[in-house]
């Protein structure tokens, strides 16, 4: 298990143990850096709680407490990367719904940038990403997806272990039905036909592979960079029956070959970096066959941002979710013209809210087998993605594209509603 | 009538006058450059007669004529501006289907740039516009639009004077139909509902602001710097019972002012410019509604270019197609979040084919009130616009936003195909 090991050496470092003067009144500075936290966070409606009971803001229910010294330097420092730390550690903690507290967090500091209240905003805000050449890929994606699949299978969908954005077009529907859903969804918008070779790149735990062949009768050749993954897919593939109609390769989706009728992938351009958008699109282009469709799902910017730092060195190292104005580079250098944006936002902080239920059913498991430190970290990654879903920080963009010459397009989308 | 005197002016300047040596054989260094504009059109799949019928490429049921020494010497220089004021002027003729030719020549020529076959496809390819400042826009539009009402009547449709692209949801829909479906689709994606208060930014002749009053019930303000159009949208408003309910505004988008539901504009922004998208999303801002939608629908490109030369100079002054990356300008700068992108190119390549009917339909008309040349050069605008859809050098983009907070979003598109 590499990821509790890399929990417990990052989140326990030198830095971030308790001073040895955790005892005692908070100081004059103190409360004046306390403060001066708040002023960062505009109308944020909570307040920050320290170890000695000062306080600063609006007693509203949700209380953040500081429980050392230490933490406050931390956080004061470096909020964006060391509150997720802290918090995990459990030095400090949120009383009252920690969704809640994010979205306020969230909302407080967009609009604390807009005033630009604070310069303070600016810690809060994002670092440069790791590497992505080909090496580097294949390390942040083995801390994030071979962390083991019995802790993804906890709380994922029980069907096609889907670690994406569900659809629910009726409120209220189960997360393996929505999951379904998601799946057709994207299998409509490009129109698969029975025969036809789709190439997925990141293809996850095989789920949707299997899911197209099984349910439209295509071949699918999936290429994953996660040893892990690819293993539990090619074994699954086996048991289903589907050995002959899916393979999956683990190798980088810059060295894909061969030719497709539909090219799809959903999940993984957050983890490619907009520096290799030209590379990516220079593949599809060498891949996808002169009437194919093309599909990119993907989590996304209303602007180009980093990511949150805490997320990006602790839970998904290398992302960054693009603007569409940066997806641009995968499609204005090629011959190809984008057909159907559909942005899924609120759809993945409600498939977020039932990952979160789910997790948390299961987190005496999750603790017993990777530490409390690890438990309290992924609540909290969950939690915050949910608030950056409903808080308009994140979005879900679906793009479908076509070469620009092919004219054998529906003249509506109605067949996406049946 | 401006433009039957700008026409005549510039279409038989000084430099496109038939040359005093029009007959007699080609010279071998004429037949050379004959060569060498076929060079820059690999496979066209015509040929090319110079008026001493020497020839140049395939005979395959489409030839272009050249008519006197000049005209060659004028379309080698300069084809994307020359060709067009030469055919105009009955200088080259086009035997066969003028969109076939139309549609093999952007073909050729995207062949030939991506095969960097010669370097006088640059040629060809498109100048900078004019400038679009207020002024400047407003001699832009007046030069286009003000052509005068009952010519755009004589062969857009009859019921409501759109010169947008038209929304074919069902094979074979008369244009009447297909202008209305336009509007509704619009309508759904921004869910007006009655009592909303609509901003329109560039109205035409006020058919849409009409439509949604009419239909929606909601209240309508809507601009435009084109008097010609804003004197009858304000007299068909009063005719209609719409008077209180629709207002007319004969001012420039960046001066609009006030607070609306949703934010419409439909087939402006191609005169707007990419250089002023930054000031027409601070505009959409300062008058948009926490909740409200807005839509863009406008002509677009796969990458950044500018318009055909002659387009730009004798048809469209100042107009400019944008990428959907140069659109972003729009609404990344602002707290806007892009909901849903859908490209209906071959729906104006269709609406372009039933103006062309109708307009040739009248073009004895055209000739007798304005000239052979004009007729001659929108004839072959509206081919080239039909060819410029079907090989998808254009695209038609409609861009639905709202802001980034705002969660009052239907969960699917459902909704748009009742």
């Given at each position: 298990m590499p990821t509790q090991r890399m929990t417990t050496e990052r989140m326990t470092g030198r830095a971030l143990q308790p001073g040895s003067a955790t005892a005692g009144a908070a100081s004059a500075f103190e409360r004046w850096l306390l403060r001066i936290l708040m002023a960062a966070l505009p109308d944020a409606g909570y307040s920050i709680v320290l170890w000695d009971g000062s306080s600063a803001g609006e007693d509203s229910g949700v209380r953040v407490l500081i429980r050392d010294r230490a933490a406050l330097w931390q956080v004061v420092r470096d909020p964006a990367l060391h509150f997720g730390d802290l918090y995990s550690l459990g030095r400090i903690e949120v009383e009252g719904d920690l969704v809640t507290f994010l979205e306020r967090t969230y909302a407080a500091l967009e609009a604390g940038r807009?005033?630009?209240?604070?310069?303070?905003?600016?810690?809060?805000?994002?670092?440069?990403?790791?590497?992505?050449?080909?090496?580097?890929?294949?390390?942040?994606?083995?801390?994030?997806?071979?962390?083991?699949?019995?802790?993804?299978?906890?709380w994922l969908d029980r069907e096609s272990m889907q670690y994406?954005?569900?659809?629910?077009?009726?409120?209220?529907?189960?997360?393996?039905?929505?999951?379904?859903?998601?799946?057709?969804?994207?299998?409509?918008?490009?129109?698969?036909?029975?025969?036809?070779?789709?190439?997925?790149?990141?293809?996850?735990?095989?789920?949707?592979?299997l899911h197209m062949a099984r349910e439209y009768g295509v071949e699918v050749h999936a290429w994953n960079i996660s040893r892990e993954q690819v293993r539990f897919a090619t074994d699954r593939a086996r048991?289903?029956?589907?050995?002959?109609?899916?393979?999956?390769?683990e190798d980088d989706y810059r060295n894909m070959r061969g030719e497709c009728d539909a090219f799809v992938s959903v999940g993984m351009l957050e983890h490619v970096g907009p520096e290799n958008y030209r590379a990516l699109g220079a593949v599809i282009d060498r891949c996808l066959a002169p009437n194919g469709f093309g599909l990119i799902h993907t989590i996304g910017r209303n602007r180009p941002e980093s990511m949150n730092g805490w997320i990006e060195r602790r839970i998904f190292p290398g992302a960054q979710p693009p603007s569409l104005g940066e997806m641009m580079a995968l499609f204005e250098p090629r011959s190809f013209s984008v057909l159907d944006v559909e942005n899924l936002r609120l759809h993945y902080a409600e498939t977020l809210r039932h990952w979160m239920v789910r997790y948390?059913?299961?987190?005496?498991?999750?603790?017993?087998?990777?530490?409390?430190?690890?438990?309290?970290?992924?609540?909290?990654?969950?939690?915050?993605?949910?608030?950056?879903?409903?808080?308009?920080?994140?979005?879900?963009?679906?793009?479908?594209?076509?070469?620009?010459?092919?004219?054998?397009?529906?003249?509506?989308?109605?067949?996406l509603y049946p």
């Open positions: 807009s005033a630009n209240a604070s310069p303070l905003w600016r810690l809060w805000s994002d670092i440069t990403p790791r590497s992505r050449s080909i090496d580097a890929a294949r390390d942040n994606i083995e801390q994030h997806y071979d962390l083991g699949n019995d802790f993804y299978a906890l994406t954005c569900a659809y629910f077009p009726e409120a209220g529907m189960p997360l393996e039905a929505a999951q379904r859903a998601k799946m057709d969804h994207v299998c409509r918008k490009l129109r698969l036909r029975r025969g036809q070779r789709v190439f997925e790149a990141g293809c996850g735990w095989g789920g949707f592979a048991k289903a029956g589907l050995g002959d109609r899916v393979s999956f390769i948390l059913g299961a987190i005496d498991q999750v603790r017993a087998t990777r530490g409390a430190e690890f438990a309290r970290a992924w609540q909290l990654y969950l939690a915050g993605s949910i608030a950056a879903f409903t808080t308009g920080r994140m979005q879900l963009f679906q793009v479908l594209f076509a070469r620009d010459r092919n004219n054998d397009l529906p003249a509506t989308r109605r067949h």
